[in-house]
């Protein structure tokens, strides 16, 4: 229990210390840190509204943010949500085409399969490369990312285009509202009800399977792992389809939820925030939640800032920059801050 | 004709330079995700320079030392705080492109673009048709030819690509893979300043909130897809750079019928599938050699 006291104070600081550069540097610059500091905190918790609003980006968040965890856990650096969430939503958005005049009761689970299976396809062919072939993943899904955003590009002004639709972006027609899991607020029954299921079904999974026990033991040491007899191949697949198929439940929950529809290139930040929650998190299912909704508290504030405090939008950027730039530091200095001895892990 | 040739140069250049500093990064043992923010600190120093100091050689100047500062900061977070090099270089990338935004709204208001009075120097009318391109366009195969001297043909060569192939041998004779990482990053930071440079001064002569669009990411691919060498690399990069050109050019002849988006993604592809093909080859590899810096 100690150790899981020691994660989470180490995380806290890490992203004390990401805010206070990011303070220092918006001082520099001109602008007062101070009313950034506490407009950030409003736009994001304080101000009525404002946790539902937080919910609102951190859902999608969490759903993606524990597929990265899936995948980092079994020792797979997928840092390929961002395309896989495209496709989730590429996909989804195809069967609310397809499925028009359906009854919801069907079509909306159709939907949100559609989406799960397009993100776990967009990982299947880097897991199955590097399964094979040791092809490293890092490459295969980062180059997935940027054909899955040009692929959503040549989708929203192709075959699935709005015809109705003018202006710079390139989008889908509105998903029709029956079809809709949520409005725009993006926090309905449905939407909670779909967090809470993934987040009990993976906090099992995770903690109470075979599969958890040696997904986790198979990141820290794959030999070990094959010599008890398990099989690398039908863990890693497992992880990296489960990994996918979380971020295009993600982007299906996205389409049929706040944003209704799919635009060439939508949420562009998602799947490197969903990869620092993971991190922040340290690939704890319950830890990724809690992360998630502050994350999705940062991305809630960046749109308050500008209209609010008069501040620029790029303030969250700059931290989430900041936090990914040093949370997986392992410096002696921050182990001492969260009272840990420099450990072999 | 050369149209297309002048066209092709000024969208090949800046992704060359950056393409350099990638593979230096990579054979020292560094994957370098950040390219793409170092490249845009870049870009956004020189147009605020030229603006703020009316000397193109001062402005440049401030550009280097910014984007050394950079990849020193992400050399320390890579080496002594012992970061994962992946996230930490994706964070530098987010730094850059939220810390040149930041500095823009900062210094100019809610202004899209910084427009300056001039750019990089160019070559002038006696080259007739191609006197608009800049010097930069006309220094990079001497660039090219010097860098693979420098790190096929040099002692410090040798010992940058056994730091990233074989750290353990470096530190055998005595050498410090850690200071060769730095040094390659240095150096990738210089080139990182020149492409930036490059991109915003080149031809176009203003800077606008995130417009490397990408290319930090297409010269990693390059990098990969030319397996880090000193020529190949910078040769896929060219390539890329024709593909995008003669992608565009197709679309303003033929329309919509040339699914623009979908020949964009080719560059990506083809790296993919190279990378496939070559760890296929290698039968089951290890990353590449790089492993054990990858997951330390």
């Keep these: 229990m100690s150790s899981h006291l020691v994660t989470i104070t180490r995380s806290l600081v890490f992203v004390c210390l990401a805010l206070l550069l990011c303070a220092a540097l918006m001082q520099g610059l001109g602008f007062n840190a101070l009313l950034m500091l506490t407009s950030v905190a409003e736009g994001a918790f304080l101000r009525p509204g404002a946790i539902e609003n937080s919910l ?130 993006g926090v309905s029954a449905t939407t909670l009800g779909i967090a809470l299921g993934v987040g009990i079904l993976l906090w099992l999974l995770v903690n109470r399977t075979a599969f958890g026990v040696l997904s986790g033991l198979a990141g820290r040491n794959g030999t070990m792992v094959r010599w008890q007899g398990a099989s690398s191949w039908r863990i890693g697949l497992t992880s990296f389809l489960l990994s996918g198929g979380l971020a295009g439940l993600a982007g299906a929950v996205e389409f049929a939820g706040p944003t209704g529809r799919i635009a060439s290139g939508f949420l562009p930040g998602h799947g490197f925030t969903a990869t620092l929650v993971a991190l922040v998190a340290n690939f704890s299912i319950l830890g990724t939640a809690v992360t998630a909704l502050f994350f999705g508290g940062l991305a809630a504030a960046a749109l308050y800032l500008p209209i609010m405090a008069g501040l620029p939008a790029a303030a969250i950027e700059v931290i989430n920059a900041s936090i990914a730039l040093f949370i997986t530091a392992r410096s002696r200095l921050v182990d001492r801050l969260a009272g840990r001895k420099e450990t072999s892990s | 004709m050369i149209d297309l040739l002048i066209a092709i140069l000024r969208s090949g250049t800046p992704l060359v330079y ?184 080149g031809s176009l002569q203003f800077f606008a909130q995130g417009m490397t669009a990408g290319r930090g990411f297409m010269a990693f691919a390059a990098v990969v897809f030319g397996a880090a060498h000193p020529v190949a690399a910078p040769a896929a990069a060219l390539l890329f750079a024709i593909l995008g050109t003669l992608g565009i050019r197709a679309q303003l002849l033929f329309g919509e019928k040339v699914p623009h988006d979908l ?14 093909l070559s760890s296929r080859l290698r039968g089951g590899g290890d990353g590449g050699g790089y492993g054990e810096l990858r997951d330390r």
Aim: glycine share 14%; aromatic share 8%.
């Design chain 2, 263 to 276: 020949l964009q993604a080719v560059p990506y592809l083809t790296t993919v599938v190279g990378v496939w």
């Design chain 2, 18 to 201: 950056i393409t350099l500093a990638g593979v230096i990064a990579q054979r020292s043992g560094v994957w370098h995700l950040g390219l793409e923010g170092i490249m845009i600190i870049g870009a956004c120093a020189t147009i605020l320079g030229i603006v703020a100091t009316g000397s193109f050689a001062l402005a440049l100047l401030i550009a280097v030392l910014l984007c050394v500062a950079a990849s020193v900061l992400l050399w320390v977070v890579i080496e002594k705080l012992r970061a994962n090099p992946i996230i930490a270089g994706l964070g530098m990338t987010g730094l850059g492109l939220g810390g040149t935004a930041l500095a823009v709204e900062a210094i100019f208001g809610s202004q899209a673009t910084v427009s300056a009075p001039f750019g990089v120097p160019r070559i002038g009318d006696s080259f007739g048709r191609f006197g608009v391109l800049s010097i930069f366009v006309v220094a990079l195969p001497v660039v090219v030819a010097l860098f693979w001297v420098l790190l096929r043909r040099t002692r410090f060569g040798l010992r940058l690509a056994a730091s990233g192939e074989h750290p353990f041998a470096l530190r055998s004779i005595g050498g410090n893979p850690s200071a060769m990482r730095l040094a390659a990053l240095v150096i990738g930071g210089v080139l990182c300043a020149i492409g930036g440079a490059e991109l915003a001064g």
């Design chain 1, 56 to 185: 609102r980006w951190g859902l999608p968040l969490f759903l993606s943010a524990a597929g990265v965890s899936i995948a980092f856990r079994a020792g797979f650096f997928n840092i390929g949500a961002q395309g896989q969430f495209y496709l989730g939503a590429i996909f989804a958005a195809t069967a609310a085409h397809w499925l028009q005049g359906g009854a919801p009761l069907l079509v909306i689970p159709a939907i949100l399969c559609a989406g799960f299976l397009g993100g776990a396809l967009w990982a299947l062919w880097p897991g199955l490369m590097k399964l094979g072939s040791g092809t490293d993943e890092v490459i295969t899904t980062l180059m997935g990312n940027f054909i899955a955003g040009l692929l959503l590009v040549w989708v929203t002004s192709g075959p699935l285009k709005d015809p109705a639709g003018s202006g710079q972006q390139a989008s889908s027609p509105v998903l029709a509202a029956p079809y809709r899991i949520s409005d725009s607020s």
